[in-house]
């Protein structure tokens, strides 16, 4: 927990209580998840295929004008006295990793979107983000979501100092699941290279490794984050905590050169 604590010293993230992991799986039935996957995804394909013929070129343009806005946000934020994203995301949005400060260059906009709004109804709870995302308008939610959005993938961080046994391991999870505690293959979900698909699951190739973990072990111990992390909940009851760790490790450490399609 350590880089949780250094996470907390750099940005005054919030208190949280290091819970402990419980050990036993999450009383559902693995079928239960597919079935809802497996509709969830088709659901998605169908999104996407009306997003390409209904023209999704209009949201693609996401004028200029937008996007100069959120960055000037991100630059220097809306209130005085209170820094912008920049200050703890970094302008070009590729964050602090080793401190568990999310990436976000590279996410998209709709998903941006969400999770400001979450932050700022408090149904994300975080004490780092919630005052952040509560001073913006609905239109300067739009426009940072657009400016992040728009930029390319930062340069891939160097590969962190990981045993190479547990980026391995986290491989094996990403691309497998595990049939023993009936854990889903999160590249189901997340797609091969960790891209993400469309607009139901973010991209997590590269992600920041003590964010990951603790993303999954606010969902092993029950938490929902926000309505869509009810996937994330039923997935993650079924990882233990050396998984976790593993699967962290190998996202965090997966390199642009291997994911592009
Ligand atoms: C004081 C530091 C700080 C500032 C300033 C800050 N953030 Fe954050 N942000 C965080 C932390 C910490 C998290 C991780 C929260 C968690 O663990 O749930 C985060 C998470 C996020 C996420 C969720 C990312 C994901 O992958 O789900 C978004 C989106 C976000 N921030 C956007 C912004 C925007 C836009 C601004 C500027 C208006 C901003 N942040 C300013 C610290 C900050
Ligand atoms: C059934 C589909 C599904 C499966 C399987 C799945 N995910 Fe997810 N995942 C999602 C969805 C949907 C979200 C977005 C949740 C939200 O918006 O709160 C998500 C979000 C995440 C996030 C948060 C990213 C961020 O930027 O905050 C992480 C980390 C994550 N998943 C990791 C994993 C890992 C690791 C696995 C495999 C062990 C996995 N997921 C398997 C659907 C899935």
Known sequence: MRTIAAARHRCHCEERSDEAIPRAGWPRRNAEYRTTCSAFQVGTLLLLAGIVIGGAPAAAHADSAEVAAGRAIAADGVAPGRPGCAACHMQDGSGQPDVGIPRLAGLTAPYLLDQLNYFASGLRQNAAMGPYARMLTPAQQQQVAAYFASLPLPQAPEPPDFRATQVSRGRTVFLNGDERTNLLACALCHGPTALGVGDFSPDLGGQSGP????QLTHWHAGGLRDPKGAFMRAEA?????????AVAAYLASLQDTERKP
Not at 211 to 214: D, G, M, N, R
């Open 237 to 245: 009851g079924h990882l233990t905590s050396a998984d976790i760790e």
């Open 211 to 214: 964010y990951i973990e603790e």
